[in-house]
């Protein structure tokens, strides 16, 4: 099993400002990477897959980073809408998750 | 629209089973794969299993094999996921998600989620 692990646990950040939120994979998992946004009482939504590629909808201030076991998720400039819990998910082998990091706004 | 709709609440007894139901719409229901999460309340997402919806092929978390059936109704462009011997650990929010292959197998579209509670 491949494991993800996210971190700060938790970010909190004022409007404006860029986040940055890091997974890191316990083997490398290629390309296989997807980044998830989650909001209280919600479904997960898709926001960056096979690394970089923002998914339909997804506003630029959100990109994505990385290769091989290291990757990043960065919000260039956070507004309030942005706050959720973000997960990491890599589909090299069967499907597993980051804990998750929980972005406030201060 | 594309959608997943997934079945209502559920309450179960512990050793009792649970199937929860998530109903495609406004695509080609065999060109995509079916994932299944879950979650407990206040925490991550844990992978259950995955379907092929266009051969039948299955693969499931080591942690649910033996207890997590995950099966298809071509004609009603269904999937189910069947957990048996429920204990009060399994009580969680169920997702059921579409993988999309040239996404790096992303999943972009989610049910609303299933609450199965497990309680004496």
């Known amino acids: 099993e491949i494991v993800l692990t996210q971190s700060p646990a938790t970010l909190s950040l004022s409007p404006g400002d860029s986040a940055t939120l890091s997974c890191r994979a316990s083997?490398?998992?290629?390309?296989?990477l997807a980044w998830y946004q989650q909001k209280p009482g919600q479904a997960p939504r898709l926001l960056i897959y096979a690394v970089s590629n923002r998914a339909t909808g997804i506003p630029a201030r959100f990109s994505g980073s990385g290769s091989g076991t290291d990757f990043t998720l960065t919000i260039s400039s956070l507004e309030p809408e942005d706050v959720a819990v973000y997960y990491c998910q890599q589909r090299s082998d069967w499907p597993s998750f980051g804990g998750g990091t929980k972005v406030e706004i201060k | 629209q594309v959608q997943l709709v997934q079945s209502g609440a559920e309450m179960k007894k512990p050793g009792a089973s649970v199937k929860v139901s998530c109903k495609a719409s406004g695509y080609t229901f065999t060109n995509y794969d079916i994932n299944w999460v879950r979650q407990v309340p206040g925490q991550g997402l844990e992978w259950v299993g995955w379907l092929s919806l266009h051969s039948g092929s299955t693969g499931y978390a080591q942690k649910f094999l033996g207890r997590v059936t995950i099966t298809r109704d071509t004609s009603l462009t269904t999937t189910y996921m069947e957990l048996d011997r429920l204990g009060s650990d399994d009580t969680a929010v169920y997702f059921c998600?579409?993988?999309?292959?040239?996404?790096?197998?992303?999943?972009?579209?989610w049910g609303q989620g299933t609450l199965v509670t497990v309680s004496s």
């Open positions: 998600m579409r993988e999309v292959r040239q996404w790096r197998r992303a999943n972009d579209v």
């Open positions: 083997q490398s998992v290629g390309t296989y």
